[in-house]
């Protein structure tokens, strides 16, 4: 079998090579094609043009073999004279072609020709990095677009970026820029596109480009596939019930153009109690689970598409629905809660501000003389030992030490009058 499969390509081989010398025998030429041109016809869009040789013979059929060099290898065969192919154009575009002619059930082919697009101007750092792209479809099935970016490493600060989407033949720049801090265009969204999600095998053409007094600005381009940044809608319609300890969970598909089976769901069940929660997964619209009902559960769901009608991005968390015992606290609870919290807070903060001045202007002490004759022995004791031991220090250090002990000093003064008050009224 290993011999056979090996032998028949050699086989074939030797089958074209004869075919080829016959035809070069009879005097049959295959010619390349002659006028083979590329241009951009539309966002990330090149058109390929080519004209058969005029000195080709016409009584055999020719087919043309196309290969894509840059920026990524793909070979295909066409009958006709032209063909488009989208593709990121910021590094440049290279292709070549050549005839086969097909002959007697064999094909021989032509030199190559070759085309190329120049890369557009600007170092590769001066582009945009780190572009991602959301898909939010409305309820009316509109579709918003919203992109973000970073600016390129080395563009300069007055840089000017400008993005472009293209779907299908329709093409719209961005009017609704976000920015960095140096005025920047680093985000962008359009709130209503032409982009149809349920359409399959179109893509969404990103083109950014930019501007600077110091520097040519190299574009970025990216296709996105529209399926595959889609924002899936949360599921809709949540509801739960508690029958004894049977937890029975219903809700809606998300709004969308999809079909209802497309979808798959997560749902998220928190028991508080336990601290524990669960990740289920379903494709069905309702789930039942038995549960222990004395404890607290909050239920959430979110929603995607299955591979099958093309994954999107998970749709965010439903709001948590809450259920069995210990229900938590409404919002208006807590925002009661919030404000009490608020109210302590602010009480704290006035009583310690009132002791820092009572403190900081001696009022405590003016308030309440002190009762001068017993602590100023104290006093005096403290400030000797602290000198003391500060007197084992260098000369330089020594003033600033002293000067501290002094503040230390006062510091004491206040403290201790403040303590002895306190032991005068425990003594009373
Ligand atoms: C190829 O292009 C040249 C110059 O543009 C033109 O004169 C010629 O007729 C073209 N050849 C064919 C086969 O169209
Ligand atoms: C076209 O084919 C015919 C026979 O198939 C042959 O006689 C003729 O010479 C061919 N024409 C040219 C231009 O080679
Ligand atoms: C076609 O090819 C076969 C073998 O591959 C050969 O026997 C036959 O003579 C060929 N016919 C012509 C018209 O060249
Ligand atoms: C940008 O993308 C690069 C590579 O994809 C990544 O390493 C980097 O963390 C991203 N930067 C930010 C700010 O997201
Ligand atoms: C950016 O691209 C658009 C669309 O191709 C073009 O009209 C515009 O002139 C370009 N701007 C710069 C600054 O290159
Ligand atoms: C959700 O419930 C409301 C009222 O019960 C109903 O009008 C609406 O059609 C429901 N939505 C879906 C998607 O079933």
Redesign the pocket.
């Given at each position: 079998m290993a011999i056979v499969v090996s032998i028949f390509p050699v086989l074939l081989w030797r089958?074209m090579a004869f075919?080829a010398n016959?035809l070069q025998a009879k005097g049959i030429q295959v010619l390349p094609p002659v006028n083979f041109t590329l241009t951009v016809s539309a966002l990330a869009e090149v058109l390929l043009q080519w004209k058969p040789n005029p000195d080709q013979e016409k009584n055999h059929t020719v087919e043309y073999n196309v290969e894509i060099m840059t920026p990524e290898w793909e070979p295909y065969e066409t009958k006709k004279t032209c063909s488009t192919r989208t593709a990121v154009l910021h590094n440049g575009f290279s292709a070549r072609i050549r005839t086969l002619l097909l002959y007697?059930?064999s094909q021989i082919e032509s030199n190559w020709v070759t085309a190329k697009l120049q890369a557009p101007p600007g170092a590769v750092e001066t582009s945009v990095t780190n572009l991602s792209c959301v898909i939010y479809t409305a309820i009316d099935n509109t579709a918003s677009l919203h992109c973000t970016w970073l600016a390129g490493k080395e563009a300069p600060e007055d840089t000017k970026y400008f993005l472009f989407y293209r779907y299908n033949s329709y093409t719209e720049e961005c009017q609704e820029y976000s920015k960095d801090k140096w005025e920047r265009n680093i985000g962008c969204r359009f709130s209503n596109t032409y982009i149809k999600t349920s359409e399959t095998d179109e893509v969404i053409v990103i083109h950014i480009n930019g501007s600077s007094k110091y520097t040519a600005i190299k574009p970025f381009e990216q296709l996105f596939n529209p399926q595959a940044i889609e924002k899936v809608n949360p599921p809709r319609n949540v509801t739960v019930f508690l029958k004894q300890n049977n937890l029975l969970i219903m809700w809606e598909m998300p709004a969308s153009s999809f079909l209802e089976d497309c979808f798959e769901y997560e749902l998220n069940i928190y028991n508080w109690k336990m601290d524990y929660r669960q990740i289920l997964e379903t494709m069905l619209n309702s789930f039942s689970l038995s549960i222990d009902d004395t404890c607290r559960y909050s239920i959430q769901i979110r929603a995607n598409r299955q591979s099958w009608c093309s994954e999107g991005i998970w749709s965010d968390w439903t709001e948590p629905l809450h259920i069995g015992k210990n229900q938590p606290r409404t919002p208006v609870d807590s925002k009661a809660y919030t404000v009490l919290i608020a109210l302590l807070v602010f009480i704290c903060s006035v009583a310690l501000l009132t002791a820092i001045i009572c403190r900081k202007y001696h009022l405590w002490s003016r308030l309440f003389p002190p009762i001068p004759t017993p602590h100023n022995s104290l006093k005096n004791l403290f400030l000797n030992k602290s000198y003391q031991r500060t007197r084992n220090f260098t000369s330089e250090t020594e003033t600033e030490i002293g000067s501290c002990c002094e503040d230390l000093g006062s510091y004491v003064e206040d403290l201790s009058s403040d303590v002895l008050e306190d032991s005068c009224n425990m003594n009373y």
């Open positions: 089958m075919q016959l007697n059930n």
